[in-house]
């Protein structure tokens, strides 16, 4: 899959950069149950060149942190809520640098930091865990999480000291909604079918 911009339907609001998504969400259940004990990839993997500009989207950074067992450097950016209490915790991993610091308001499109490999990253059939090699391993990793100022839900705290209440993953709700709407266009041509 080449340059697929939207997985994330309407999503104008989300940027990432052209390149190659090699992993989308929910995939390889059984690697990363044992690898970092998550249910399936929860993100979506981009490739391009090492140092590929990471562009925000608008709100707030809640979190620097370099986990070397996980997304390496990364950062998440929290936005604001809307009328229903409701905002996203964004996911950007496996940095080579970053260029913002924790509370730093960021806008739509502004450098944050550059692509790298730095983490649990894999090449080929190896895994590598914080030690890639130069060039082996480079991508991105994003992930769209909703959270409710009501504070329902899974409660997770940030490098910042913020805690926030994960509602439910943006992107499993995405996938589950596309099902839907394929399952009816399927059911609309049936019937189209029939008519004939
Ligand atoms: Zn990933």
């Not at 004990?37 to 979506?44: Q, R």
């Not at 705290?157 to 709700?173: E, F, H, P, R």
């Amino acid at each position: 899959m080449t340059n697929l911009q939207n997985p994330v339907m309407g999503a104008k609001l989300f940027k990432w950069p052209k390149g190659t998504i090699t992993q989308l969400f929910g995939a390889n259940v059984v690697l990363y149950q044992k690898a970092i004990g998550t249910n399936g990839h929860n993100g979506i993997d981009i490739v391009a060149a090492e140092g590929t500009p990471i562009l925000a989207s608008q709100g707030t950074i809640c979190e620097v942190k370099n986990t070397p067992e996980g997304y390496g450097k990364h950062i998440r950016i929290l936005t604001e809520p809307d009328i229903y209490g409701d905002y996203l915790e964004l996911t950007f991993g496996h940095l080579r640098d970053i260029i913002v610091n924790i509370g730093d308001k960021v806008i739509d499109g502004q450098m944050i930091g550059g692509m790298g490999n730095t983490g649990f990253v894999i090449s080929g059939s190896t895994q590598y865990w914080g030690n890639a090699p130069a060039g082996r391993g480079v991508h991105l990793h994003w992930g769209a999480r909703e959270c409710n100022l009501k504070n329902t839900g899974w409660q997770t705290q940030y490098s910042s000291g913020k805690t926030a209440y994960i509602k439910n993953d943006l992107q499993k709700q995405v996938n589950r909604l596309t099902q839907i709407v394929e399952l009816y266009k399927r059911v609309l041509n049936l019937l189209n079918l029939l008519k004939k």
